[in-house]
């Protein structure tokens, strides 16, 4: 091969050579000797670089229609001469290298801390181009200039394009289409933006009004943290051109998530949040009435803005301090949003992320939220990613430290995303670039990232001294005028305003926080509440309040008829075709229902009365335990069934995802979602239940204090399977004993269902009574095939969820001295070691909902016992876990018992691990327990007894 033509083949000029290849392929004289020689011995040895070619029928056609999209790039005409070839190669390779690594020396970081990286391919010489070759005319390719120019113009045009202030990441996508795209929106403009006066004069407002907000705190509420926003005034100015171009795209709402760093400033400048309550937030006083409340940087807000193209509703969304959680829980909100609108294409709601850059780099969820962004069941249609890169994570700033990557934000590029670096002191380039990103996320509904290259003036708060541990950084930040200086300054020596005409701005700004007016944008007057979420009904109810839960018996025939049918032809799995049988005959009562039969009714008598349903969860669809087959398999060609999606032609919609393999960004989305959509079911189902313990952040800063801080209502349901099997210390135990903990003041429900018909009951109360609150379930594994939890089709015409079932068999109440009370499977085990010994002075009642805890009904149970003496908790989980310790709790079991009464416990000891490895040491613990429970003194006792008394 020829050397120059070898020399060029490194990955980057892949693009280049693609494109010198379907030249050649279309006419192999329009390339030169060596490339066509090169092309013939490629083809010649290796055989299937046809199947890759244009030459198949499937890239002819993705190249013909990227060919038609293209802009009238001029096809690479190589002339006679090979030297001047080979240069004309060069220069389009040193073309090629500045979209590929210009962005390395664009002019990015407002304190110029460092010099720019020497980067040879950006160098002319490295192409063997000499100063002589300079005024020599050159083919620019796609350059956006006439055919041939100087070459010193090429490099000019290309400079400014690519390294000026704005650095782009965009040829380490796959599609040449978007890459096209992208190159033609920047070398058509050069990447200069050219905005009218009156463009100039409101990015000048939104960065003044930044700066002044700052200020006036600063000197009103002097030492109080409010993470300024100081150094990244242009977010403002950016997230403006996103609202009101976004307005004029058809975006109908946009929401926002956040972290602390300029959140206030956002709320009163972006979103329209009135002075005087922030004001008063600083004051402490206590202006939303809600449960324990939070601090003002993390409240979130609505509000309806007017732009060009109509109203945009706005939401910033409350969030915890946790760095970047909040992300995938936006994700959730817009797309139960995009539903609610029947935004299919999803361009009428849109999620805009803005991210720290020591985040952005270091939360994993930051990923899990990206890879969840393509997919069918958490697509959202693109988000636009902003990171307010101040170059600084509270003290970490070198990058030695925060992030193996170059850019924090390199992580975007396993979703293909385009990067657009852009320094924060040139607000002008970061209005075109938010202009860019929104076209760009509208045109190919997927993900971008705006990383907004700037710096913090203050410490990581107010409170903070920077200058201890970065005090070079703070040096040239104190020397640095400011954002709002510099563009006055532009725009003075520019002629557009006078020095008098921007104080006016200021003043006009400062008088307005003076006088509590709003000073964002113009609020829409004409407020459409067409789409709005209505948590009205749900306010101050009670979790008792009463739901009719059962369904008729015609229902459950027409149901049970409806989820067995499927298509002609179907051929199924003989396992899954066995189940489906059963199915049936569980519909006409000739088989007892198992779980997977009740569960599936309970959506659809749920679907068929209008409550959508979406469960989501790793293998959901089938459900880890083979049991669910919500997505039945033909097994001649792989087509799927949902009989959930083909009940009736009104019904609700049916949706059931696997999901990625993430625990903690699902249930986030998940979340989300459910926020924003009380009137759907919306279930997340972890694998096995302690898995969930990697989104513990979720169930700790939303799930379970959402109401007490922000006063937001969820009614998400959380299955976790749960349950004792000897599986071993990792899928043993979905950690009750959290749940319980983080229970109070009736912020969720904890619930373990012992039968088929109690899951059937309790999914269909979370939607019907109007309440809404979190539903954890630990639910079941090996229960799901135990016969004795089946259920009788008619307790789905009868019955309700009972939050405790007493006895159920023919015990004499008065013979009974001992009370067990237990929740979930080891329910079995002493049902059946009792009638195997034929005791009968001991009763068993389950407790199928622990919390809220339902003491009038446990105290009922108690009371039935005239001469009860024990009352004897029994578990399966080791002593520390479970439930054990809460229902020590006052307002639980220890409330309900009588003084003359003993309260005991029976069950696994003290445990650092949730369970044993091995099934002979743990079924020797499970007899255990069981003989403890019932008081079977022949059982020999091969370890220490765990019965204590209190
Ligand atoms: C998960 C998590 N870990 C640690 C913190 C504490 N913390 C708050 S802000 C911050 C630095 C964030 O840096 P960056 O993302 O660059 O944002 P900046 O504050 O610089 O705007 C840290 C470590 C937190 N809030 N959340």
Redesign the pocket.
């Known amino acids: 091969m020829n050397e120059s033509v070898s020399s060029i083949l490194y990955s980057g000029n892949a693009w280049y050579i693609e494109e010198l290849y379907e030249a050649y392929l279309e006419d192999p004289r329009s390339v030169s000797d060596s490339w066509q020689h090169y092309f013939k011995t490629l083809q010649l040895a290796d055989p299937s670089a046809h199947q890759d070619t244009p030459h198949s029928p499937i890239r002819k056609a993705y190249y013909e229609a990227a060919r038609r999209k293209r802009h009238a790039a001029p096809v690479i005409s190589i002339g006679p001469d090979a030297a001047a070839h080979q240069k004309q190669v060069a220069v389009l390779q040193l073309i090629n290298a500045y979209r590929f690594r210009g962005h390395r020396q664009a002019d990015l970081d407002p304190l110029k801390q460092y010099e720019r990286p020497s980067v040879p391919e950006l160098d002319p010489a490295y192409h063997e181009i000499t100063e002589a070759d300079m005024d020599t005319a050159f083919n620019t390719g796609s350059l956006h200039a006439e055919d041939e120019i100087p070459l010193h113009e090429i490099l000019a045009i290309i400079q400014t394009t690519y390294c000026r202030s704005i650095g782009v990441e965009y040829m380490h996508i796959n599609e040449t289409e978007i890459k096209r795209w992208i190159q033609q929106r920047l070398e058509s403009c050069r990447a200069t933006p050219s905005f009218e006066k009156h463009q100039k004069i409101r990015i000048l407002e939104r960065i003044i009004a930044a700066n002044a907000l700052e200020e006036y705190l600063h000197t009103k509420y002097v030492g109080q943290k409010r993470?300024s926003l100081e150094g990244?005034e242009s977010l403002n100015p950016m997230l403006d051109v996103l609202i009101q171009s976004g307005g004029i795209a058809g975006i109908k709402e946009i929401v926002i998530g956040m972290?602390?760093?300029?959140r206030l400033n956002v709320l009163v400048n972006v979103i329209g949040k009135n002075p005087s309550e922030l004001f008063d937030e600083f004051e402490g006083k206590n202006v939303r009435d809600v449960g324990s409340g939070d601090v003002k940087y993390h409240l979130g807000y609505s509000s309806d803005i007017e732009t060009p193209g109509g109203n945009v509703h706005l939401t910033l969304s409350f969030n915890p301090?946790?760095?970047?959680?909040i992300s995938p829980v936006v994700e959730g909100s817009v797309r139960a949003r995009q539903e609610r609108r029947k935004d299919f294409a999803r361009n009428q709601v849109l999620p805009v992320l803005i991210?720290?850059?020591?985040?952005?780099a270091?939360?994993g969820v930051v990923m899990e939220t990206l890879n969840l962004s393509q997919t069918r069941g958490y697509a959202t249609g693109g988000t636009i990613h902003i990171i307010?890169?101040?170059q600084?994570?509270?003290t970490?700033s070198d990058p030695l430290d925060?992030r193996s990557t170059l850019y924090?934000t390199d992580v975007a590029k396993m979703v293909q995303s385009p990067i657009f670096h852009v320094n924060g002191d040139d607000p002008e380039a970061v209005a075109f670039v938010a202009q860019l990103a929104l076209d760009y996320r509208m045109e190919f509904n997927k993900d971008v990232v705006i990383d907004m290259v700037c710096y913090?003036k203050h410490g990581?708060s107010e409170t903070d001294e920077p200058s201890a541990t970065q005090p070079i950084m703070y040096q040239h930040i104190r020397q640095h005028p400011g954002v709002r200086s510099l563009y006055s300054d532009k725009l003075i020596t520019g002629g557009l305003l006078d020095d008098e005409e921007v104080d006016e701005i200021a003043d006009n700004y400062v008088a307005s926080l003076d006088d509590n007016k709003r000073v964002s944008s113009k609020h829409a007057q004409n407020i459409d509440t067409e789409f709005h979420i209505d948590f009205s009904p749900y306010v101050d109810t009670d979790w008792d309040v009463p739901a009719d839960t059962s369904i008729n018996k015609e229902t459950v025939q027409q149901l049970a008829e409806k989820i067995t049918q499927l298509p002609d032809d179907y051929q199924l799995h003989k396992s899954v075709q066995r189940i489906i049988n059963n199915r049936a005959k569980m519909g006409k009562g000739e088989l007892p229902m198992d779980w997977g039969f009740a569960e599936t009714m309970a959506y659809a008598s749920l679907l068929e009365s209008g409550y959508p349903v979406r469960i989501s969860g790793q293998d959901s669809s089938r459900g880890t335990f083979f049991h669910r087959h919500a997505v039945i398999h033909n097994q001649n060609n792989g087509e799927t069934w949902l009989p959930l999606q083909h009940l009736s032609e009104n019904q609700a919609n049916f949706l059931v995802i696997n999901s990625t393999l993430s625990e903690e960004a699902v249930l986030a989305y998940e979340y989300g979602y459910s926020c924003s959509e009380p009137e759907s079911l919306v279930i997340w189902e972890a694998q096995f239940g302690d898995f969930a313990n990697g989104a513990q952040?979720v169930f700790d800063q939303f799930i379970s204090s959402c109401e007490a801080k922000w006063g937001r209502y969820c009614g998400l349901v959380c299955m976790l399977p749960h349950g004792y099997d000897g599986q071993g210390p990792e899928h043993s135990s979905a950690r009750l004993e959290r749940f319980l903990q983080l229970c109070a003041e009736e912020n969720m429900q904890v619930c373990v269902p012992s039968t088929a018909a109690q899951m059937f009951h309790m999914l269909r109360r979370q939607m019907l009574r109007p309440y809404r609150k979190p539903l954890i379930i630990m639910s079941p594994k090996s229960l799901l095939r135990n016969k004795l939890s089946a259920s009788p089709v008619e307790e789905l015409t009868q019955g309700k969820f009972q939050t405790v079932i007493g006895e159920v068999d023919q015990i004499e109440p008065t013979a009974v001295t001992r009370l067990l009370f237990c929740a979930g499977k080891v329910y079995y085990d002493l049902l059946e070691g009792r009638r195997d010994k034929k005791i009968e002075n001991i009763a068993i009642a389950r407790i199928e909902q622990l919390f809220p805890f339902p003491k009038n009904e446990v105290r009922s149970v108690i009371e039935t016992y005239p001469n009860l003496k024990e009352v004897v908790w029994v578990q399966e989980e080791p002593k520390n876990q479970g439930s054990w310790y809460y229902l020590q709790s006052r307002g639980t079991l220890i409330g309900c018992i009588d003084d003359h009464h003993i309260m005991g416990y029976a069950g696994r000891f003290y445990s650092a691990s949730p369970a044993v490895g091995y099934m002979s040491k743990h079924l020797q613990q499970q007899r255990q327990l069981v003989a403890d429970a019932l008081h079977l003194d022949k059982l020999e006792v091969t370890h220490r007894r765990s019965v204590i008394r209190t």
Do not use: K, M, P
């Not at 301090?321 to 959680?325: G, N, P």
């Open positions: 993470f990244a972290a602390h760093r300029g301090s946790h760095l970047e959680i991210h720290g850059d020591a985040a952005f270091g939360q307010i890169n101040n600084i994570g509270f970490t925060s924090c913090r990581h952040v």
